[in-house]
């Protein structure tokens, strides 16, 4: 049976294959819902979208597979659940972007501005995030395996639970980051920036911190079995009850360390951290003289106050 193209069944057909099905149309969250529900599809894997301007556009569930973003202009927009496995998003603005749940599996995400972003749940799995700016964007639980983070910027960044396992952070700016029970097994932190960062029951198994600045670092209660802490700074460092199990402390500075009883050192450092330490309130006790994991006490421990 044949519909008249006059009638509403006709009018309803010829709108769901418009002359122009490739016609892009940037709407707002509630636009594009209405557009959605009256068929309108979200974009394509594959698109060319080199330096477009979707600032706050709703893109929620969009498929952008291996789509190019390079410099796209995406702030503020909802990429909530949007997959963007292998997509190139190379220099991107995406400031305060909603990308909750997102799948970002191999996206190249090099100098990208990801600041205030949200990536809770987001899968960033070998993720090329080198010289991204993640400053106080939310990871909490993201995905982050074998990612590769050098020179990124987290400061601020909330990594509660996140995976970060065989992660590359090689001079990675972490400064007051938020890494609680995040899991950073072998990760590469060389010469990353942790100062202030909180790690209380962290993962950091096998993990490479040579030369890291740890600096009034929350490590309590975490695991560093096997890591790598040479010439590490952890001048003010809390390891009250940190596994620190076959650890390289070799040129660590371990000036006034806070460590506990249940603190598990390096079986050849255990009693010579005790003669350098000074108890003080809670059952903890503090590392007084040289910082130099090695060195000897060079005057009596003093009671602190």
């Known amino acids: 049976m044949k519909t ?8 309803l057909a010829l709108a769901s294959r418009p002359s122009r099905p490739w016609l892009r149309v940037q709407a707002s969250g509630w636009w594009g819902r209405v557009l959605l ?11 060319d979208l080199a330096g ?3 600032a706050g556009a709703y893109l929620a569930k969009t498929n952008w597979t291996r789509a190019n973003l390079t410099r796209a202009r995406l702030g503020g927009a909802d990429l909530t659940d949007a997959r963007l496995g292998g997509a190139i998003l190379a220099h991107a603005i995406l400031t305060r972007a909603d990308l909750t749940g997102a799948y970002l599996w191999g996206a190249g995400l090099t100098g990208a501005n990801l600041i205030g972003a949200n990536l809770t749940d987001a899968c960033l799995t070998d993720a090329r995030l080198a010289s991204a700016n993640l400053t106080s964007a939310n990871l909490t639980g993201a995905d982050l395996s074998s990612a590769d983070l050098l020179d990124a910027h987290l400061t601020g960044a909330e990594l509660i ?3 970060l396992t065989r992660a590359r952070l090689t001079r990675a700016d972490l400064t007051d980051a938020n890494l609680t029970r995040a899991d950073l097994t072998d990760a590469n ?3 990353g920036n942790l100062t202030g960062a909180y790690l209380t029951g962290a993962e950091l198994i096998g993990g490479n911190l040579f030369g890291a600045d740890l600096r009034g ?9 096997d890591a790598n802490l040479i010439g590490a700074d952890l001048r003010g460092a809390d390891l009250s009850g940190a596994n620190l199990t076959d ?4 040129n660590a500075d371990l000036t006034a360390v806070v460590w506990s009883e249940r603190t598990r050192w390096p079986d050849d450092l255990g009693e010579s951290m005790r003669r350098r330490s000074v108890p003080i309130e809670g ?7 040289a910082g130099n994991s090695g060195a000897d006490l060079e005057v009596p421990p003093l009671p602190v106050s």
Do not use: C, M, Y
Request: aromatic fraction near 6%; avoid cysteine.
């Open 283 to 289: 059952g903890k006790w503090l590392i007084q003289g």
């Open 52 to 54: 477009a301007d979707l």
């Open 189 to 191: 932190l060389i010469g």
């Open 37 to 47: 529900a009256a068929g309108a599809q979200r974009a394509r894997a594959h698109e």
């Open 161 to 163: 639970g996140a995976n």
């Open 4 to 11: 008249p193209p006059d009638s509403f069944l006709g009018r």
């Open 217 to 225: 670092a929350d490590l309590s209660g975490a695991n560093l079995t």
């Open 247 to 250: 650890v390289w402390l070799n």
